[in-house]
């Protein structure tokens, strides 16, 4: 079992910044962050394996950057340039297995940290 701890949400004004950082009990593949907004499907942000490769919902590429400590068994999502349409909950994701075209399976969940962009 792995447990994830989520922090770095909150509220921003629009073109501002926030990190996520989400800690993992213990090493896994690959980690990754989802988002929900109200009254919309939970969609993949970006994913990162314990190698490096990265993975970017078209959206929030080149605004949001995954990154990872090994050491730390914690993944960060530097978001820039924030819009409010990427208001959400954000939602920390681990899994045993890499990515694919079917998308991640995902075996741990973290417990949702909320990000408001406001206009």
């Known amino acids: 079992q792995v447990q994830l701890v989520e922090s770095g949400g909150g509220l921003v004004q629009a073109g501002g910044s926030l990190r996520l950082s989400c800690a993992a009990s213990?090493?896994?593949?690959?980690m990754g962050w989802y988002r929900q907004a109200p009254g919309k499907q939970r969609e993949l942000v970006a994913t990162?394996?314990?190698?490096?490769?990265?993975n970017y919902l078209d959206p929030v590429k080149g605004r949001f950057t995954i990154s990872r400590d090994n050491a730390k068994n914690t993944v960060y999502l530097q978001m820039n340039s924030l819009k409010p349409e990427d208001t959400a909950v954000y939602y920390c994701?681990?899994?045993?297995?890499?990515?694919?075209?079917?998308?991640?399976?995902?075996?741990?969940w973290g417990q949702g940290t909320q990000v408001t962009v406001s206009s």
């Open positions: 990162i394996t314990s190698g490096g490769t990265t």
């Open positions: 994701a681990a899994s045993r297995f890499g990515i694919t075209s079917a998308g991640l399976r995902v075996h741990y």
């Open positions: 213990k090493s896994i593949f690959t």
